[in-house]
Each structure stands twice: as structure tokens, then as C-alpha cells.
């Protein structure tokens, strides 16, 4: 019971004030509005990431994602990186928070461990 929109902007979820009860959206292709009787939607807001400045520093995935390991680090000893910007699946903010919480005690981590330049 799934229907793939391609070429879809939302431009208004309507609900009653308790729950989602539809979603109107513009086809691309034709400017056509169209409205759609539902019960929830999931809202996914894009899956480029703002990296083009990382550039020739850390390693990027051919989407543009910082390589990171399961403790957040990247190719740069000491240079840790967290959320949607990282190949970490499943670009959600509660895995962000999740993983910015993880790199942090990583970033520590590796701090406390590190020597201090004489």
C-alpha cells in the first residue's frame, strides 16, 4: 500500500487539530495542486550534505558524507564529526543527538589521552 510521488512539493499537511488528515501537494512537472486523504506523514527534509567546504580535508564519500568510524573520528587523528552529514545511516535528528554525543566523548577521549605539545 505504497505510492511513490515523484516530482512532489508539499505545500500544506491539514489535520484537525488533534491529527494529520491529509497532505496537499504541487506536482513539478505540471504546477497541478493535489490532495491526498491521509493519517501521518514522515517529513524528510533532504539528503545533501552541506560539506563542500570539507573539501580536501576530511574524507568524503562520493555523497559527500564525512567517513567517519563508530566512534565518530575522522581520517584526521582528533578530528571527530556527528548527524546527517556523516555516513551514519538513517539521517534523523534523534541519531544526530545521538551520535554528536558520542563524537563529543570520543573528541574527549581522545583528548585525555593526548599529549599537550611542549
Known sequence: NVTILKMAQTT???GDGQRV???V????????????ELEGIFVQIGLLPNSDWLKGTVELSHFGEII??????????????AGDVTTVPYKQIVIAVGEGAKASLSAFDHL?????PA
Open 12 to 14: 500544506e499537511v491539514k
Open 21 to 23: 488528515t491529509g497532505l
Open 25 to 36: 501537494y504541487k506536482d513539478r512537472t505540471s504546477e497541478a495542486l493535489h490532495e491526498v
Open 68 to 81: 567517519v568510524d563508530a566512534k565518530g573520528q575522522t581520517n584526521i587523528p582528533g578530528v571527530f564529526a
Open 112 to 116: 585525555i589521552r593526548t599529549s599537550v
